[in-house]
């Protein structure tokens, strides 16, 4: 069975920083490109950065740009989001999804995950 399993969230202060793991099993890793998206209270999804079977990555949110990285280790079969900097409102819940060989959108995935909590307070 497909999974794509989001973890690392927690609580962090203003300023600091977050790695977020997403371990999938059930399907051709390297095939597919993963994304990272989050959801605060009361907004809609929103993507942040995807990569592809290659590595090829792209951002979808210029929030994300210099603060948030997004890497991939096939050995593992896990997609990984560095956050650094981290400010209040980026708290949200965060999801990993996949799509085959193109990045996945709010509208678009194969698979979704079921999300991890990242709250940034002081």
């Known amino acids: 069975d497909v999974q794509l399993q989001a973890s690392g969230g927690g609580l962090v202060q203003p300023g600091g920083s977050l790695r977020l793991s997403c371990k999938t099993s059930?399907?051709?890793?390297?095939?597919?490109?993963i994304g990272w998206f989050r959801q605060a209270p009361g907004q809609e999804r929103e993507g942040l950065l995807c990569i592809s079977g290659r590595g090829g990555v792209t951002l979808y949110s210029a929030s994300a740009r210099g603060r948030f990285t997004i890497s991939r280790d096939s050995a593992e079969n896990t997609v990984y989001l560095q956050m650094n900097s981290l400010k209040p409102e980026d708290t949200a819940v965060y999801y990993c999804a996949a799509e085959l060989d193109f990045c996945p959108t709010v509208r678009r995935a194969y698979y979704w995950g079921q999300g991890t909590q990242v709250t940034v307070s002081s």
């Open positions: 059930g399907f051709t890793f390297d095939d597919y490109s």
